[in-house]
């Protein structure tokens, strides 16, 4: 039986990526190669990444302002440190909005000051800091825009002259915004994406170039601009899938169209945490991730008699993270309606039930 998956990354990706890209592994374009093994450097896996980085453009509407597309290694950890290394030269600030905002602080501090404009630390994350000042003379300011752990998300972005810089890794590409309001986003692939192996860069090219060191080549984003993203072996296999889940994404009417069908997933379970009494939201309601929903019981007796409900209805991954605890559900833009509405319709025998 196919799982529901609810995995919080690597996490769940369309059924037709996953057909195209197993045949891709057995022979991709009638090479007789598997693309598991064809040459970087070869025209076929060229043309993937040249594809692969002008969709990213398409989609988010940057095509022709002044952007490039790069396809790294690393994950968002690695960005953490290279955004400040070729961004910070004397003062840059930080909303902290969570575990990945808290770490990307910590590699910030190691090149120069760090402010944080706002932090929902103190009350274990669970809202998104509002109407706080934004300092003048800062190099850029870094946001987090969904929490993957803690179940929120910034439905608002600062208006400031500030360069913004944002980690998209568990929300890109399922909603509609204005993306040239950033001038650099980071994103993981193995949320929204594809699997595990490639993080995306998307940078404004007049930002760089103003800080005084020297920056190691594979640190540098100009390296990787000069190269089209070949200047190492790039994760062949994970550029191929995000380019078949990019495309998927546009034949669906682009990020618009997701983002109405994410708008449903989230209004139908958040609709069942509320009027369900036997559960409880973490995230404040204004603050809620249509990504991750985070939840849990109020009453721990019936924990075992609900994990084993949602085993048996083919749920797989809603177990919260340590830190909270409870449960997560993650919603990302392959999982279906359907999926949501199992795991509603669990919640709901359980409430009839107990």
Not at 47 to 72: C, H, I, N, P, Q
Not at 94 to 113: C, M, Q, V
Not at 167 to 190: K, N, P, T, V, W
Not at 299 to 306: G, M, Q, S, T
């Amino acid at each position: 039986m196919k799982k529901h998956n609810f995995s919080a990354g690597p996490c769940i990706l369309p059924q037709e990526v996953f057909k195209e890209a197993s045949q891709a592994v057995l022979d991709f374009n009638n090479s007789g190669l598997s693309i598991l093994e064809i040459s970087h450097r070869s025209k076929d896996f060229v043309d993937v990444m040249e594809e692969a980085r002008s969709l990213v453009l398409e989609l988010l509407g940057l095509e022709g302002k002044g952007y490039k597309t790069l396809f790294l290694q690393g994950g968002a950890s690695t960005q953490f440190l290279m955004t400040a290394y070729n961004l910070l030269q004397t003062k840059a600030g930080y909303l902290n909005t969570g575990t990945w905002s808290d770490k990307a602080i910590k590699e910030a501090k190691l090149f120069g000051e760090i402010v944080e404009v706002a932090s929902s630390k103190d009350s274990n994350f669970n809202f998104i800091p509002k109407g706080y000042n934004i300092p003048k003379g800062l190099d850029y300011l870094h946001l987090t825009s969904n929490n993957t752990i803690f179940g929120t998300q910034l439905k608002d972005f600062p208006s400031t002259d500030t360069a913004l810089v944002c980690d998209m890794s568990s929300d890109i590409f399922s909603r509609q915004m204005d993306f040239s309001q950033f001038d650099l986003i980071y994103a993981g692939a193995q949320k929204n994406m594809g699997p595990a192996g490639a993080t995306v860069v998307v940078v404004k090219e007049d930002i760089l170039g103003k800080v005084n060191r020297q920056i190691p080549s594979m640190l540098d984003y100009q390296t990787h601009i000069s190269k089209s993203s070949m200047f190492n072996t790039p994760p062949v296999f994970s550029v191929y899938t995000s380019m078949l889940t990019l495309k998927w994404i546009k034949k669906l009417g682009g990020i618009s169209a997701v983002e109405e069908l994410n708008e449903k997933k989230a209004k139908l379970i958040y609709s069942e945490i509320d009027v369900n009494p036997l559960f409880e939201g973490f995230a404040a309601k204004e603050d809620r991730s249509m990504m991750n929903a985070t939840f849990r019981l109020l009453n721990d007796d019936l924990k075992e008699a609900f994990d084993a409900m949602w085993k048996e209805a083919g749920i797989n991954g809603i177990n919260g993270h340590r830190s909270i605890g409870g449960y997560r559900a993650s919603m990302y833009n392959a999982l279906s309606l359907e999926s949501v509405a199992t795991l509603v319709d669990v919640m709901g025998d359980l409430e009839r039930k107990a």
